[in-house]
């Protein structure tokens, strides 16, 4: 979301430096294409004092209106460092209900908030989880759902050759996409349980896992252990998962908990009948039966009646994938994203000049 938002919003009244505190330097090498200051600080341990002044040098480096993290860790020690610097605005995200957090992990948060001036929830149920779980103050936050462009079409040759490249053969059908990094709260081992009784169905059905594999290789292992490595692929990360969305059948999205999906949004964009688990924010985007399925979590009969539902009913289908394109288009535009975290930011800075 942060690169669809530098990609899209006014220049002449915004400028940005990005600095990524892990990660291997994929989001420093987009935003430098974008045309803006960025880097990878490397800050994969709290300790590492020296890269903190590293990153208060850069927030000192010139007289930033705004700051705005993203993430445990960026809130707790950017929230620290950029009131240090006397970055006099500071914004905090909230990307998910996240129920993994622990006592320590607020503690962290709490003893850090005090320099945030406001909070972004993607979601109403990300927000909510702040207010009734750790007092968050209901007037601090506020919502604004992602959005995502208008998906390009892809002609059908176009198609045949992704096909090929994704190792799909001519006679997979359904197609089901899993677009999301390799963890257990995605749900893929959720997925596996179901699809024994799938493949009786449906005997060449075929899913495509695709995301960064952060299990390492323990869900691989799983489909070839139950002997199910016939009907998974596993591409890993996918830069451009509009190739992926563009050739399946089903999108499915079995997560634990989830904030606002983009992957979720761009499916439905592309007019593909859409399972998502009820968690989350996902009910805030799907209404079940008018613009996708909503199933339990953790439940593979679930997951088994929902893809058989939608292979088997294609009218109905139909009807749902295309209800959920316009669902996108009116409710999740990028523009419309754009335009609210524009005014956002300068509201924010105008109060504060006002002063």
């Known amino acids: 979301m942060l690169v669809q938002l530098l990609s899209s919003w006014n220049r002449n009244r915004f400028d940005a430096h990005v600095s990524s505190l892990v990660g291997s330097g994929t989001l420093t090498k987009m935003v430098r294409e974008l045309g803006y200051e960025g880097q990878t600080v490397g800050l994969a341990n709290p300790v590492q004092w020296k890269r903190w002044r590293s990153l ?14 993203y993430g445990l860790r960026a809130d707790t020690v950017g929230r ?28 962290l948060d709490h003893a850090t ?4 001036d406001c909070f972004i929830s993607n979601s109403e149920c990300g927000k909510i989880s702040r207010i009734r779980r750790e007092r968050y103050s209901p007037g601090l936050i506020q919502t604004v759902y992602n959005g995502i462009p208008a998906p390009r079409p892809y002609p059908g040759e ?8 994704y190792g799909i053969g001519k006679d997979a059908w359904p197609v089901v996409a899993h677009v999301a990094n390799l963890r257990v709260m995605k749900g893929h081992r959720d997925i596996l349980a179901a ?5 009786e169905k449906f005997p060449d059905i075929l899913f495509i896992f695709a995301g960064r594999d952060d299990s390492h290789g323990e869900i691989e292992k799983t489909a070839v252990k139950r002997k199910l490595a016939n009907h998974v692929r ?13 050739i399946c059948d089903i999108f499915i999205l079995p997560s634990h908990w989830e904030g606002c999906p983009t992957s979720l949004l761009e499916a439905m964009a592309r007019e593909i009948p859409c399972v998502a688990t009820k968690v989350g924010g996902i009910p ?10 909503l199933i339990p979590p953790r439940n593979p009969r679930a997951i088994t009646a929902a893809v058989s539902f939608m292979a088997e009913n294609p009218a109905a289908a139909r009807e749902m994938a295309a ?33």
């Open 56 to 69: 208060y040098r850069i927030m000192k480096s010139r007289p930033f209106d705004l700051l705005h993290t």
């Open 80 to 107: 620290f460092l950029g009131h240090m610097a006397g970055i006099p605005i500071i914004i905090s995200s909230i990307r998910s209900p996240d129920p993994w957090r622990r006592w320590y992990h607020v503690l």
């Open 113 to 116: 908030m005090r320099w945030a």
């Open 158 to 165: 176009e198609l045949a050759s992704l096909r090929e490249k």
């Open 195 to 199: 699809l024994p009784e799938l493949k």
């Open 234 to 246: 596993f591409p890993g990360y996918c830069p451009e998962p509009a190739e992926i969305l563009a």
């Open 284 to 293: 805030e985007i799907l209404q079940n039966r008018k613009n996708g399925l």
């Open 323 to 355: 209800d959920a394109a316009a669902t996108v288009r009116e409710r999740f535009s990028l523009d419309r994203m754009v335009a609210e975290y524009e005014n956002i930011y300068a509201e924010m800075i105008e109060a504060r000049r006002c002063r």
